[in-house]
C-alpha cells in the first residue's frame, strides 16, 4: 500500500505517518509547514512540500500514485473561522476538491472530519444520524467537504470513510507532542499553564453542571489506529463505497473536570482567568462511536488520564 498523508508533518499527521512507517507502508507527507513541524517527519519517509490550495498539486498527487490518502490538511480553528468565514471555506475545500482530484479511481481516501458538524445536537450522545446544522465555518467546510468526497465515490468509484471526531489529545512519543501556534486545544493550555502560565477559561455559564462546556476526548494514538484500520477495511469494501463515522470514547467531561485532572496528575496549582464562552462553542459534545465500533471492532484504550499525562512525560522529555 502506496499512503499519502497530507497534514503529515502536524499533530494528528505526524503520529499517523510514524504509525504507518512502524507498519511496513510506504508513506509520503504533503505539507507546506505552515503550521506543521519539518522535525517530525521521520526518515525514509518523501515529502512533497505543497500548499494543497494550489491546483499544481493535484498532479503532484498523482505522480506519487497513491492507493489511500489520509486527509488530514485544513485550517482547524474554530474561532478563528468564525471572523474569517470565506477563508476558511475557500481553502478546506480547496484542499480536500485538490486531494480527491489526485486519487486514481477506485483510490482509499480517508477523510479527517469533526464533531462540529453538528453544531448543538437536539440529543446527546450524537448519533450519526443527528442533523448537521454547524455553527462555525470550520464546521461548515468540514460538511461540505463530506458531500464532496461522498459525490467522488458515486461519480468516480472512490472508497472512503468520513472520520468525524471529538477532542483528540495525548502523545505517543515525545517528538510528536501537540504544538500549535497559537495554541487553542483545551489539554495542551492546561499542560502549558502548570508551568507557571495563566489559563484561559471560556465560558462558565454553559447550561451544564458546573457551567463549564462538556467534551468527549479521544487519544491520538487510538484515533490514528482507527485511521489505519479504516484503510485496511476500505480495501475489502466495493468500488463507490462511502460511509461517515463517530470517533470519540463515549464519555464526556467538563472543562472544570479536566482542570482538576490536569492538577492532580501534574501535582500542580493551575492558575486560571474566566473569560466569555467563545462563538460556536456548543455547551456539550459526546460521541456515540456504536457505529464505528460495529463496523470495525475498533475499541479505545486510552482514558482521559492517559492522555493527560502522556502529555505532560513528552512535554518534559
Known amino acids: 500500500m502506496r499512503a499519502l498523508v497530507t497534514g503529515g508533518a502536524g499533530y494528528i499527521g505526524a503520529h499517523m505517518v510514524h504509525l504507518l512507517k512502524d507498519h511496513g ?74 486531494a480527491i482530484e489526485g486519487l486514481e479511481e477506485s483510490g482509499i481516501f480517508i477523510y479527517s472530519s469533526s464533531c462540529s458538524v453538528y453544531g448543538i445536537p437536539s440529543h446527546i450522545p450524537i448519533v450519526e444520524s443527528t442533523p448537521c446544522q454547524p455553527l462555525s465555518a470550520y464546521g461548515r467546510s468540514k460538511q461540505f467537504g463530506e458531500l464532496l468526497l461522498k459525490s467522488a465515490c458515486k461519480e468516480r468509484g472512490l472508497r472512503a470513510i468520513c472520520m468525524r471526531y471529538f477532542n483528540v489529545a495525548g502523545c505517543g512519543k515525545p517528538l510528536l507532542l501537540e504544538k500549535h501556534n497559537p495554541e487553542t486545544h483545551l489539554i495542551p493550555n492546561l499542560l502549558l499553564a502548570a508551568d507557571n502560565k495563566t489559563f484561559c477559561m471560556y465560558g462558565t455559564d454553559h447550561p451544564t453542571k458546573d457551567g463549564t462546556a462538556i467534551r468527549d476526548y479521544i487519544d491520538v494514538r487510538d484515533l490514528t489506529e482507527a485511521h489505519l484500520l479504516a484503510s485496511q477495511l476500505l480495501s475489502e469494501q466495493d468500488s463507490g463505497f462511502f460511509n461517515h463515522f463517530n470517533l470519540g470514547s463515549g464519555s464526556g467531561y467538563s472543562v472544570k473536570q479536566v482542570f482538576e485532572a490536569v492538577q492532580k496528575l501534574t501535582g500542580t496549582t493551575i492558575n486560571y482567568e474566566v473569560h466569555p464562552a467563545r462563538p460556536g462553542d456548543a455547551p456539550t459534545l459526546i460521541a456515540d462511536s456504536t457505529a464505528w465500533k460495529e463496523f470495525s471492532g475498533w475499541k479505545a484504550k486510552h482514558d482521559i488520564n492517559s492522555m493527560i499525562e502522556s502529555a505532560w512525560k513528552a512535554m518534559h522529555a
Open 25 to 98: 507502508v510506504e508513506v509520503t507527507v504533503l505539507d507546506d509547514f505552515s503550521t506543521g513541524h519539518r522535525n517530525v517527519i521521520p526518515a525514509g519517509v518523501d515529502l512533497i512540500e505543497q500548499d494543497l490550495t494550489e491546483i499544481k498539486s493535484v498532479q503532484k498527487i498523482r505522480d506519487f500514485k497513491p492507493d489511500v490518502i489520509f486527509h488530514f490538511a485544513a485550517k482547524s480553528i474554530v474561532e478563528d473561522s468564525m471572523n474569517s468565514p470565506w477563508t476558511y471555506l475557500s481553502k478546506n475545500l480547496r484542499m480536500t476538491m485538490h
